[in-house]
């Protein structure tokens, strides 16, 4: 069945938001149990979706359950509004729900996203859905849900300490990119899901409430607004992001947003470009204008 | 070695383990009595029967027994790798010995083993984690205890090392590589790694040969003279009893049978069982 | 003057439970008094039990009746034959026991072994080293001996070991169990004359012997156990 036949078959019997409204109010609740204790993992009935499982359909259970009439939502995968999944998803919650959708960031309600928080600071009314593919840090040292969850419980983190500094000792520095291991509120060690490095520091003390779901592992989890979020770092091996420095988005020229690199295999050319789409789009927008109103002349419009 | 008066550091007081059903004639029914351990009414293996102890800082205190006695049982429950079934445990640093430790919830039964706390079993297996290099299994006694310096792990790994005779160029590698005595030192340099006033030795010589054996023991001598720590040793071995402790415990099928002086009990044995065991000595 | 250690009916029996309770008398009726300061030897033939005297006093064996009481500085009148393992341990510190045959530590040098016990008071390790190197100076172990481990020691040196290790604490109370027993006339004499040392710094011995003549040389009083289990002065 084709997405687009849903639209009349709403009518005919599927709910708003697709899930039935005793789903939504599980999610929302555990929603709830996840702010009031920032960086746990609340479990939830994971629901099949009409998309499959690791394709994103924690963050879009979450995204369904929270949606009302008047939200705005945008939808990005790896920083892009256009590529194949963001498209998809956001189509399926528009045409379920008939809300607006958006590109630009300070524009949306609801922000659905993987491996990338957008650029552009977000505000006290939005919420950041972030879609994870393994909801627990200590997954890397631990391969029991059992013995993870204990440890967990009672804040025995030295393995995950220990593995950081094997790290330093066989590599000289800490080898994780995405992923990197959180501790959230001085409590728990949390997985920011696969943002890069760049991204971590965005989760301290943000103005937004940040929701990760998820659907295969069936893990609701969340970091509140202005809430202490800290990458594990020794007092002297400090926390690091990428660096790009001397490098610059080749369409905007930005200096200090996350870069991609982009590699053309004829000319054999390498550029780098903003990962965020809309935060590229919006700079050269303002660029434009600017460069306009140069040229004809302030007043004169 | 001598303790000093009135510094009691851990005091254990009817701790019992029993594992099965359970039943109210276990107890009655089992000990050294009784000849068995295995509760008759309804099959249940009484591990610890009601054992009662005292330690005093800076004491080393044995506890001797044939395997099966519940001497290891003793230990696990005390660094709460087995949860006891009763009693009491009081460890003088800890709530100024008022908690019973045995009832704590499992953060700071956590917190009580990572600052407190300091265990080397027989089997180096159990008390070191193979995946991580030698310097990291250190490293996690001290990381857990909250260090958070890459220098001053190392370097603090490296000073232990150093004290119980591994070379510190081996510190970056996996301890599958090193011999069982080496493997054991680590283990001791680990336990030793949080400066934890109490250590629990289980059988730490077994299975070693003589030679390193005795290094061992030694080791174990040179740190208590150095810094002081009180230690349980438990042994089936009279002669590391007699190497290492001041006091004894004698423990058979679950039970405290004697205790006293560890050269009186070795060369005036009271009870039956005592005396069979000093005479089985080599 | 006063008795730093006295001792009434003091009866030790040994219940061998692995001979089906058998009895085995190891001393009976034992009275005697230690002026401080004194030296005291106890002579008679073998197995009359003057070595279980002293193990009860150093309560290396459990006394079945009777009384010792000792006069300690740390804990007052105290009876050893009821005194708490703790108490026992604290009494120690003022006293030194040497056995007949030295108990060999593993892979511990000679030097060690007789500077342990100055460590456990809280010695700094060099300084206690540097005390026990003057005293198997002064027993005749030569410097070369005091790296070596004592296993390979001969009895004599074993014993001079056993010697050292128990005066270097110049101890308040000092039991000793035939300190001369295998000792050439020369080592006899230096242990003989460390004794009257340290007897005339105010340490009190109760000493075992078998020769007299030797026993003549130093002791102030001798108690004979006679086979019969009965004393006289």
Known sequence: MAIKDLIPQKQAGYNFAFLDEHTKREVRRKILKAVAIPGYQVPFASRELPIARGWGTGGLQITLSLVGPDDVLKVIDQGCDDSVNAVSLRQLVAMTTGIKTTFETGRATVIQTRHRIPEEPLTEKQILVLQVPYPDSLRLIEPSEQKTRQMHAEQDYSRMWVYLYEDIVNWGEITIGARYPVLVHGRYIMDPSPIPRWDVPKLNMAQNLYLFGAGREKRIYAVGPYTQVVPLEFSDRPFQVEDFSGKTCFYCGSKDSFLDEIFNSKTGQKIYACSDTAFCAQRLKIQSAVREEKIVGPGKK | ?282 | MEEIIKVENLCKIFTLHVLRGKMITGCKNISFSLPRGAFLGLLGPSGVGKSTILKCIYRTYLPTSGFIRYLSPSCGEIDLARASDYQVLQVRQEMSYVAQFLRIIPRVPAIDIVAERLWQQGWAVEEGRQQAGEYLTRLGITRKLWDAYPVTFSGGEQQRINLARALITRPRLLLLDEPTASLDAENKRVVLNLLAELKSAGTSIIGIFHDLEAANQVVDNILVLESSLDWKK
Do not use: W
């Open chain 2, 1 to 282: 070695m001598v303790p000093e008066k009135n510094n009691l550091l851990l005091e254990v007081k009817e701790l019992v383990k029993v594992y099965g059903s359970q039943c109210s004639y276990c107890l009655k029914l089992t000990g050294a009595q009784a000849e068995r351990q295995l509760c008759p009414e309804c099959g249940s293996v009484v591990a610890c029967n009601r054992i009662s102890l005292k330690l005093h800082a800076g004491e080393i205190l044995g506890v001797v027994g044939e395997s099966g006695s519940g001497k290891s049982t003793l230990v696990r429950c005390l660094y709460f790798d087995e949860e006891a079934t009763g009693g009491e445990a009081y460890l003088a640093c800890y709530g100024e010995g008022k908690i019973n430790i045995l009832q704590e919830n499992a953060q700071r039964k956590r917190y009580l083993c990572n600052y407190l706390l300091g265990i080397v079993y027989q089997n180096p297996q159990l008390g070191l984690n193979f995946n991580f290099s030698c310097g990291g299994n250190i490293a996690e006694k001290l990381l857990a205890a909250g260090v958070r310096s890459v220098d001053q792990v190392r370097q603090s790994a490296a000073r232990l090392l150093v004290k119980t005779e591994v070379p510190v160029e081996r510190m970056d590698e996996l301890p599958g590589n090193f011999s069982g005595g080496m493997q054991q030192r680590v283990q001791i340099a680990k336990a030793l790694a949080h400066n934890p006033p109490l250590l629990l030795l289980d059988e730490i010589t077994t299975g070693l040969d003589v030679s390193v054996q005795a290094r061992v023991l030694d080791l174990i001598r040179q740190l208590q003279h150095q810094m002081g720590i009180a230690m349980l040793v438990i042994s089936h071995d009279l002669g590391v009893i007699r190497l290492l402790t001041d006091r004894t415990l004698v423990m058979k099928n679950g039970q405290v049978v004697e205790s006293g002086l560890t050269d009186q009990i070795l060369e005036d044995p009271q009870h039956p069982y005592t005396q069979l065991l000093v005479n089985s000595l080599l």
